[in-house]
């Protein structure tokens, strides 16, 4: 990648789908949510962990038929995918405060832990020149927040329910926004 300007190799990142990750975050969420009111609180916790711990494992498999290919060689990688990693790495990091807090109060974890995983979107609208992560993130926390404070008794349903919703919503934007740049691609 060295001989592309960074200009270059950010157009080369935008060119990607950026749907895997939605769609295993999506899922995972689901699953949390739904599952939330037959669980005890002790599983409701050990689910959100188990749950978001495997967003990048199923993402990474999902990418294959996604076609984004996350770990395939001929795939190529630029800055902007290190930037994004970092970014990823930097939000499970900032979990080092939502852990303890957890230990005080379990209730916290979705409003904690849905609001971090939901922070790599920032850097990722950037590079991507694109509002969808700049909307992600801050729609997501706003409306975590919301949640968390009105549904005290359904906290775990409740966040589950806004990160499936924003998910959805991003989905739909990362789409029509892929089709517009296959459309222009095409006609060059």
Not at 30 to 36: E, H, L, R
Not at 55 to 64: E, N, P, R, T, V
Not at 119 to 148: E, K
């Amino acid at each position: 990648m060295s001989e592309l300007t960074l200009e270059q190799q950010r157009e080369v990142f935008k060119q990607n789908k950026f749907l895997a990750m939605p769609i295993a975050g999506t899922f995972v969420w689901a699953v949390i949510g739904i599952s939330a009111p037959f669980l005890s609180e002790v599983l409701k916790v050990w689910m959100l962990y188990i749950g978001t711990g495997c967003i990048f494992y199923l993402g990474a498999g999902l990418s294959y038929l996604t076609g984004e290919n996350f770990f395939s060689k001929k795939q190529t990688h630029t800055e902007f995918d290190t930037l994004f990693y970092v970014g990823l790495v930097m939000a499970l990091l900032v979990f080092s405060i939502a852990l303890p807090v957890a230990s005080i109060d379990h209730t916290t974890l979705p409003l904690s832990v849905g609001i971090l995983a939901g922070l790599m979107w920032m850097p990722l609208s950037w590079a991507i020149q694109h509002w969808v992560g700049y909307f992600h993130a801050i729609v997501r926390s706003l409306l975590i927040v919301t949640v968390w404070l009105l549904f005290p008794d359904y906290r775990f349903e409740a966040v589950s329910a806004v990160i499936v919703m924003v998910y959805l919503v991003s989905i739909v934007v990362l789409s029509k926004r892929y089709n517009s740049i296959a459309k222009t691609t095409t006609k060059r």
